[in-house]
């Protein structure tokens, strides 16, 4: 019994041409040689301003200035009185990009006069690979992708569980606040531009974002995604987008063995996710103490990530994340067919499962449609 279920896992790749209905997520599956990954290039970019609309255009581009390896931040500053948060409950799905996207169609078409179609196999959201690239490490949360066929190309958007629903809507008061955090640090850290100071007293509106556009392309998928950037390195010399990015992020200090490891295990691994994808080569992250005090300021390099963790036993590996994100796109390449953007072929995982999928015409999780006009102009 044992051994033909070893079969069945092991023939999952084999057999995917066959349209098997799951994809098993089992880590030892996937622990073979690291896949072609493209050098990330930045084909353009958006921004998002204080009301989130829409500019084909940099201006929500900040500047990384240097802070103290000591700083003294208070994370806290501000939250009541000068903190605007984005609506979570407006569903953007792929929105944002699709704007994009139809503003530099000359960037991103097959360049035949006639033909309509991209040449990419995969339009979505940075945050959506960052999620398949750890789902072989996930204990915790499931994913719902709705995937659409058209013209040729697969479009991925997330489709919020029911669970994340309900853990959004009964955060405590503490996480709410705690979800600030990361932004007041992003002020502490940036400026508008190069020469100036970063302004501390200003408000925090996490309607702003600048987006950077990537393509790329991992093992026989060309992908072409959109992820929010954090700030830039303003010197001239610093090399070109994407490897001028800075990423910033905050951690709870560490004090203990076991935070220690915990860090390399769990936030290691969505942090290089996060900034391998688009070949954002820094991570600078600021460790907090419990009252929201940056007590330490510490600069990663992604490159070196894998090597940091190696010291960690039965840790997580790059490989098996690029592997699984390489394989889902091929079951999801061979599951959605029908090439109808009324058609969303719901790919569903929840921790200890397989990967399945169900198929939905004209139903809630459609979401190409108001786009496939080709007469739409904006
Ligand atoms: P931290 O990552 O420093 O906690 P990003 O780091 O991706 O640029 O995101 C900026 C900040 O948004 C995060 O800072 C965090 O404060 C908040 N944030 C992003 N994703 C979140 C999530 N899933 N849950 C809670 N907060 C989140
Ligand atoms: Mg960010
Ligand atoms: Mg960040």
Redesign the pocket.
Known sequence: HKRLRRDQDVGVTAAVSEHPPFLSTRRHLYERDFPLYKQPVEVGHFSLDAKRRFFNDDRQLRYYIHPDRHPNFHLRDGYRDRYIKRDEGVKEKLDHLLRWILANKSKVQIQAASSQELNVDVVTWR?HLTKLLTTPYETREGWLLAVTRFRGTLYISEVETEADQRSRESRTQR?EE??????K??QYICADGAQNRPDPGGVVN?NEAFCTVIQTRLAGHKLLFSG?V?CRDGDPRAPVAPGCYV?????AEICTPKQHSNFLRYKLLKWWA?SFLPGVPRIV??FRDNDGIVVSVDTFHTSKISQLIKSEENCWKPTVCMNFCAEFLSFAKTVATEDDPEVVYLFSWDPNRDVTYSIHRNSQYTFLTDWGDPNRSD
Do not use: I, N
């Not at 990423?247 to 951690?251: D, G, M, V, Y």
């Open positions: 945050g996480l705690m979800m600030y955090w990361g932004y640090f992003e996490t929010e954090d990423e910033l992020k905050t951690s996060q992250a600021g």
